[in-house]
């Protein structure tokens, strides 16, 4: 199956964003690198999906602060910044896509893909918050592209946390890129095996 991995330029003064780092280690599947700027990044989201199309698409992205990888469920309609975005940008309280759902849902069986990543030896959870700043800009704009242009594709968001070189002066939760890496192995696999989800509690909302 055509899996597509995107991950993200550093941004808010980083020089590295691990969520890029990790994807372009991911054997198998087509990477692409999206800029952290509202609307151009899921210009080029789109274009990879018309280029490479996938069947299998998932994004990623990095929190910090984050002690796992954590599997997205829930994509908000909602761009709201609390920081600028690489090109300047600062939206507040401003839909994703104007008259848009509220909402959408992953359609990665985000349960197994956790299970898979634990598996491989890599700490991992649901998360039921994506944010408001680029990562849910892009994850809701995958999956609105998914419900009206790529109806066959799944696709999903997933979150990592900090390198380690990131956190050296002041300390916090961070894995490395090869683990991560390994993680995303895991899920883009149980993404393309998996049709059913696991039915088990768990998410948080960070």
């Known amino acids: 199956m055509r899996a ?8 808010d003064g980083a020089t590295v964003n691990p969520s890029w780092e990790a994807v372009r280690q991911v054997a198998g599947v087509h990477a692409v690198l999206l800029p952290c700027v509202f609307g151009e990044s899921l210009e080029r989201l789109r274009a990879a999906m018309l280029e490479h199309e996938p069947e299998v ?4 992205g990095q929190a910090g602060g984050r002690a796992d990888v954590t599997v997205e ?3 908000l309609n909602l761009d709201d910044a609390r920081i600028p975005d690489n090109a300047g ?6 839909p994703v896509v104007p008259g848009g759902p509220a909402a959408y849902f992953a359609t990665l069986p985000v349960k197994a893909c956790v299970a898979a990543a634990r598996k491989a030896g890599v700490p991992a959870s649901v998360s039921h918050s994506a944010g408001t700043f680029v990562c ?3 994850f809701y704009g995958l999956m609105h592209l998914i419900a009206t242009d790529f109806p066959k594709v799944r696709g ?3 979150h990592v946390p900090f390198a380690p070189g990131q956190v050296l002066d ?3 939760p961070s894995m490395p890129t090869p683990l991560v890496a390994e993680a995303l192995t895991a899920i883009v696999t149980a993404a393309v095996l998996v049709q059913d989800d696991l ?3 768990g998410g948080s909302l960070h």
């Open 4 to 11: 597509l991995l995107a991950g993200f330029e550093p941004f």
């Open 136 to 138: 849910n800009h892009v």
């Open 199 to 201: 039915r088990l509690a």
């Open 170 to 172: 002041h300390g916090g």
């Open 73 to 75: 469920r829930v994509a």
């Open 89 to 94: 940008n600062q939206p507040v309280d401003q």
């Open 57 to 60: 698409v998932v994004c990623v």
């Open 156 to 158: 999903g968001f997933v």
